[in-house]
């Protein structure tokens, strides 16, 4: 059975630091989607990972892959208040049946 | 841009009654997706449908079903409402499996409370 865990599932953290969210899964897959959620609004696709060393960057976000560590990370770059959200990462386990983490809730204090 | 809109944005129910909630996009996707979302667990896969008329048991199906007469449109029912039923549920679509780089597209979500 797939398992998808994320790390940290809080995190509060000053404008203009840096930070890494971490996607850790149980089992093969080469296909991996990261989500944005603000609070009360539906889900927002941010990057799609297709292959293992994949990465993807939009703005201060950046997203990889690495299929052999079964490892995804977002990394935060120099921090600002918009990105405050609740982002998720999901596996597909065949035929787009995603498995989703628990979710990440990052805070960014001015 | 794609648009998956749901019918009910809060939705309050009674213990056993039926419910339905509903689901359209208007993209022409081929999959469509129920998933509840309940803090500290993410999302959870209820049911999927590749076509009209198909469905397929998601991870936690128990005391759903759902219903795909049209290509735009999916039904999730709760056959017989319980407390434990209580939550958000949500509605995503994406075209064909052979498509992995298209991410599913997301309704807006109904949170429903059965009392």
Known sequence: ELKVEQNPLFLSMQEGKNYTIYCNYSTTSDRLYWYRQDPGKSLESLFVLLSNGAVKQEGRLMASLDTKARLSTLHITAAVHDLSATYFCAVDKGAQKLVFGQGTRLTINP | ?115
């Open chain 2, 1 to 115: 841009d794609v648009k998956v809109t749901q019918s009910s944005r809060y939705l309050v129910k009674r213990t056993g009654e039926k419910v339905f909630l509903e689901c359209v996009q208007d993209m022409d996707h081929e999959n469509m997706f129920w998933y509840r979302q309940d803090p500290g667990l993410g999302l959870r896969l209820i049911y999927f449908s590749y076509d009209v008329k198909m469905k397929e048991k998601g991870d936690i199906p128990e005391g759903y079903s759902v219903s795909r007469e049209k290509k735009e449109r999916f039904s999730l029912i709760l056959e017989s409402a319980s407390t434990n039923q209580t939550s958000m549920y949500l509605c995503a679509s994406s075209f064909r499996i052979g498509q992995p780089n298209q991410p599913q597209h997301f309704g807006d979500g109904t949170r429903l409370s059965i009392l």
